[in-house]
């Protein structure tokens, strides 16, 4: 019996997804943010509920990335469609005027460029894909995990609401911006660059150094800067990943 509960949490991911891309194509960004979260919530426990309880298996393997593709693939390529879509309607400039022009699919009508925001869902997709067959990713990563990924794309929307800013918000709604972000995503999803996981060795802080000094600069940034912080605690967790296993533990 204890062997389904890791996999009721994953559903709970999976199921907290599918309300996220509800509120997503509404373009309630807020709404599509919490779900996410609480999303990524469940994924993190049905990992260490599957260790702590010893019931790991491939099913539960499979079922995580396929919860994960919705939660933390679907619902960010939606959000940076929606963004794009509201950047292109509020500049009046048009990137490329071929590709910004509205075109009517199936009854539905819309510009094309803000299709590329898709493509971070497609990038999700192919990381998971490799990372369920990638037997070296148990201490760490290759490539930014999709739900850190999912974060960093959903805490642009989440900065409009909360923390207003006129440089802000020309940044959010700047349509070569949101591109450059969505070029970013797709790359730093499948990079060859080892990330670290937070997974600890022990309690010792030797061994553990590197996450006990992001834990401290996540919970200060966070306290001064908010909302605003969680990109930059993504970039920053990129930036200690890469100093310490390619400078630090450098033989």
């Known amino acids: 019996m204890k062997s389904y509960i890791p996999n009721l949490f994953t559903l709970?991911?999976?199921?907290?997804?599918?309300?996220g891309v509800l509120f997503a194509t509404q373009s309630n960004f807020l709404m599509a943010a919490i779900f996410v979260f609480l999303g990524i919530f469940f994924d993190f426990f049905d990992g260490l509920l599957a260790r702590k309880l010893r019931v790991q298996s491939e099913l539960g393997i499979q079922l995580d990335s396929l919860a994960d593709?919705?939660?933390?693939?679907?619902?960010?390529?939606?959000v940076?469609?929606?963004?794009?879509?509201?950047?292109?309607?509020?500049?009046?400039?048009?990137?490329a005027a071929g590709w910004v022009s509205d075109t009517m699919f199936i009854g539905f009508e819309f510009p094309l460029l803000p299709l590329v925001g898709l493509f971070i869902t497609?990038?999700?997709?192919?990381?998971?894909?490799?990372?369920?067959?990638?037997?070296?990713q148990?201490?760490?990563f290759k490539g930014l995990p999709t739900p850190a990924n999912a974060l960093f794309i959903l805490s642009l929307p989440l900065l409009l609401y909360f923390q207003p800013n006129e440089n802000i918000e020309a940044l959010i709604s700047n349509t070569w911006v949101l591109l450059a972000l969505t070029a970013f995503s797709c790359y730093i999803l499948n990079a060859d660059v080892k990330l670290?996981?937070?997974?600890?060795?022990?309690?010792?802080?030797?061994?553990?150094?590197?996450?006990?000094?992001f834990i401290v600069l996540c919970v200060i940034l966070l306290l001064a800067l908010k909302f605003i912080a969680i990109p930059i605690i993504i970039i920053l967790y990129i930036v200690i990943s890469i100093l310490d296993s390619y400078i630090l533990n450098k033989p």
């Open 122 to 136: 497609l990038a999700s997709c192919y990381r998971l894909a490799k990372f369920n067959i990638d037997e070296e």
């Open 196 to 213: 670290f996981a937070l997974k600890f060795k022990g309690t010792g802080f030797s061994e553990n150094k590197v996450r006990y000094l």
């Open 69 to 78: 593709m919705v939660t933390s693939g679907l619902v960010p390529g939606i």
């Open 12 to 19: 709970l991911n999976l199921f907290s997804g599918c309300i």
């Open 80 to 95: 940076m469609f929606k963004l794009l879509s509201e950047s292109i309607g509020s500049s009046g400039e048009s990137p």
């Open 138 to 140: 148990q201490s760490y």
